[in-house]
């Protein structure tokens, strides 16, 4: 069900993007495909895909350890998309040899309470004013 993203998955990426309840960005598509592209095209954007229908995407800065999105489509929330989707960043950075992964969002949302659960600990505020969170990696055998 996890597959890396393609460019032919950026119009419905876009779409969970403005489908969201809570934390839904304002870009333009053209925007989104100039700011997400290079993270598509290097790798380093996972989807969830059910019989060739994305219901989420995680991507993340190799260079940084900054998960930058993590999108679920409201009709598959609760199912562990997300949190198989944030997985597999978190694997995907511990393999290019980071030691912690970072996020950030922001203050009262499911998304706070799905890292926290998940073992992310809250390590400041960001320069936009959202919670910022960072999670040790470790190997797995």
């Not at 119009?11 to 989104?32: K, W």
Request: aromatic content about 8%; some cysteine.
């Amino acid at each position: 069900m996890l597959r890396k993203a393609t460019r032919g998955d950026m119009p419905r990426i876009f779409e969970i993007r403005r489908s969201v309840r809570e934390n839904q960005l304002a870009d333009t598509f053209e925007e989104y495909v100039d700011l997400a592209g290079p993270f598509v095209d290097g790798g380093n954007c996972w989807v969830w895909d059910e019989n060739g229908d994305v219901l989420g995407e995680a991507g993340y800065d190799p260079c940084t350890g900054y998960i930058e999105v993590l999108y679920v489509d409201p009709v598959a929330e609760g199912r562990g998309v997300g949190r198989a989707l944030l997985e597999q960043c978190c694997i995907d950075l511990c393999k290019l040899g980071h030691k912690v992964a970072t996020l950030s969002t922001p203050a009262g949302t499911r998304a706070e309470h799905m890292y926290r659960a998940g073992g992310w600990v809250e390590v400041g505020i960001d320069a936009v004013g959202d919670l910022l969170f960072q999670k040790h990696l470790e190997r797995k055998p």
